[in-house]
């Protein structure tokens, strides 16, 4: 944001970009670093026990169960590295989250890629692709960048059709934004896989706990799971200030669900200031949601950007007329509301 103002000569910048947690960390989570900082020269807790004890307490799974790495993007690494070698290969959806394929890059794996189908995964597709080379599926639920989420009646016959050879890997970053009745029981399925594949879930404190930078994340899987994700992880892949900010954040129901309602109320007065602007907004069960801007969204966002304004275009995801955006405090939100009529005035878009 600093270069931002620096380049475009504005002040007061603001980033709706990223899906980070508008509403900052939580307070719990701030005093309890400042207390870790006098630890400094000692290594961290290499188990972290009380975190992960905490996490599965939160979760309601055992510590054997839970895998804590540096964001959630590092447990995305820790499953391709043990369980993807030259040659095998791995089920991504197009568009979502761009991680899981550079991760199999790396590992010499080859990446299967299902297009998105209205915006959803295409289970039947995923499921089709498989062949006995297939190590992993990876989808994120809901979807980055669309923020569609999977049926649980869907989800269930995906799983009965796939082999037990493969592990599905279900990324659940966004799932605290989700309303409960519609959430997939993860846990149940990890627990009692008879006649179903290996099912792993991914969460993380950069959304709903505001920890971004912090960067902690957790898997949840069966513990023969997990015991070989520890073979591939360095001894002290959580810092201390993390072990103990995420420890204090889980503890911080108040901000968490302020989080969680400030969400769901901005998204609701977002999408119909976005629609009387003349576009049209996606329904999303997340943090942010995509823009049908009509018109270029590259030309949007840079307009956006001179008036301080950060949003994504959508364009390198296959959506040329979409930006994404996330859902700010409600001052962000007036004054992405306000750039946004300006910018499609200026441009010409929006409007039939
Ligand atoms: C679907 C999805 N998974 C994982 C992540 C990464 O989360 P973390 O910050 O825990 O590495 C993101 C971040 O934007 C995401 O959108």
Redesign the pocket.
Known sequence: MDELEREYGVTNAIKLA??ENPWGPSPKAVAAIGNMLQNLHRYPDGSSYYLTEGVARWIGSAPEEIVLGN???EVIEFLVKAFVGTGDAVITSHPS?LMYQKFVQVRGGDNVVIPLREMRHDLEAIAAAVTDRTRLIFI?NPN?PTGTLIAKESFARFLASLPQSVIVVV?E?YVDFVESEQRIDILGYIRNPEGIPAVVSLR?F?KAFGL?GLRV?FGVMHREVAALLHRVRQPFNINLPAQAGALAALDDVDHYHKTLHGTAEGRIRLSEAVTRLGCHPYPSHTNFFLIDVRGDATRLYEAMLYKGVIVRSMKAYGYPEFIRITVGTAEENQRFVTALGECLRDLGYGRD
């Open positions: 990223s899906n964001g959630s993007n989250f994120d980055n990324d970053a993380t950069s971004a994340g």
